[in-house]
């Protein structure tokens, strides 16, 4: 079946560092992929998606890589701000009879100033 | 409207009795999901409509759960007897039907069951 692993968090950052989460995922089928972010208080909103291998999904300074060869979906970004604070989910579905979204737990990252 | 609308935002409800959820999609939408997320875990998928018949129902957890979606927009989340294990925060989305697109997510109902 399908499903989605991503580092355990939480994590935590001085502002402007560099971030990574890691996310792997295993799949049937060609999978399209998806980094939801959950601000406190907050509902689920998308981030950045990539729908085919070596496609990169980019927004507010986050990037991320279909890698099908590591089955790999890390998310990334240059310099953090306080304001990214937030849980990050890692997220997939296939074309399979348009499965549903299946999540990752998520990573909170608290960013420090 | 505008975005995803749950109602209400939060609910709180004794054991054993009958709660409704209600969401209300994006117009034109045709998926809607219903989704169920406890305490630092991520969404856990519940039921699926495409218009007005559900797609796959292969996550509700068992028969207390049900849900329509009569008109293919509004939907409702019906749970019969309710647990203490009920308590969650559940949560709507609705998408476009393909595979790329992702999903728009309502704020959620937290529900509590005491």
């Known amino acids: 079946g399908n499903s989605v692993t991503q580092m355990e968090g939480p994590v935590t950052l001085s502002e402007e560092a560099f971030l990574t989460i890691n996310c792997t995922y295993t799949?049937?089928?060609?999978?399209?992929l998806f980094w939801y972010v959950q601000y406190p208080g907050e509902g689920l909103q998308l981030l950045l998606k990539?729908?085919?291998?070596?496609d990169k999904g980019s927004n507010k300074g986050f990037e991320a890589t279909y890698r099908k060869e590591t089955t790999s979906f890390h998310l990334e970004k240059g310099s953090v701000q306080v304001s990214d604070s937030a849980v990050y989910f890692c997220?997939?579905?296939?074309?399979?009879?348009?499965?549903?979204?299946?999540f990752g737990k998520g990573t909170r990252l608290s960013v420090i100033a | 409207g505008a975005g995803v609308s749950q109602t209400p935002s939060n609910k709180v409800t004794e054991k054993g009795k009958y709660v409704e959820l209600r969401c209300d999609p994006i117009?034109?939408?045709?998926?809607l999901y219903w989704y169920r997320q406890s305490l630092g875990q991520g969404p856990e998928f519940l039921i699926y409509?495409?218009?007005?018949?559900?797609?796959?129902d292969s996550g509700l957890p068992n028969d207390r759960f049900f849900a329509v979606r009569p008109e293919g927009s509004v939907s409702t989340l019906k749970i019969q007897r309710t647990e203490r294990g009920d308590s969650a925060v559940y949560l709507c989305?609705?998408?476009?039907?393909?595979?790329?697109?992702?999903?728009?997510f309502g704020s959620g109902t937290r529900l509590t069951v005491v």
């Open positions: 989305a609705s998408s476009q039907m393909g595979q790329g697109y992702g999903y728009t």
């Open positions: 799949a049937t089928g060609y999978p399209s």
């Open positions: 990539a729908t085919k291998a070596d």
């Open positions: 997220a997939l579905n296939t074309n399979s009879g348009n499965t549903p979204l299946v």
């Open positions: 117009s034109g939408h045709t998926a």
């Open positions: 409509f495409q218009g007005t018949g559900a797609a796959d």
